[in-house]
Nanobody
Framework: QVQLVESGGGSVQAGGSLRLSCAAS????????MGWFRQAPGKGREGVAR????????VYADSVKGRFTISRDVARNTLYLQMNSLKPEDTAMYYC?????????????????WGQGTQVTVSS
């Protein structure tokens, strides 16, 4: 069974920081790309950041550029999302996702493995 398990969410005040983790198990960590998505109540799932495992290239949503950093620890089979300078509009459920085959990685529908999500709440 492939599992992606997120952790690290919580409640912080605006300007604070959180680091999300996504631990992969039952998986060889050879995904073509891995990413973080978020979904706020009443809104669609939004791509936050993604990492191409072959090249190491990263892509960020404009709304988080300069504040969030995606990274991974291959030895620990873990993906991270460091979130700094958090804003109330960052409040959402955050999901980790992985795509096992090569191809486009820009949309949620491209990913075939998902975690259960971790809640991030930022108060003003």
């Amino acid at each position: 069974q492939v599992q992606l398990v997120e952790s690290g969410g919580g409640s912080v005040q605006a300007g604070g920081s959180l680091r999300l983790s996504c631990a992969a198990s039952g998986y060889t960590y050879n995904a073509a790309c891995m990413g973080w998505f978020r979904q706020a109540p009443g809104k669609g799932r939004e791509g936050v950041a993604r990492l191409y495992t072959g090249s190491g290239n990263t892509v960020y949503a404009d709304s988080v550029k300069g504040r969030f950093t995606i990274s991974r620890d291959v030895a620990r089979n873990t993906l991270y999302l460091q979130m700094n300078s958090l804003k109330p509009e960052d409040t959402a459920m955050y999901y980790c996702a992985a795509r096992s085959s090569s191809g486009l990685c820009s949309t949620a529908s491209a990913y075939n493995y998902w975690g259960q999500g971790t809640q991030v709440t930022v108060s003003s």
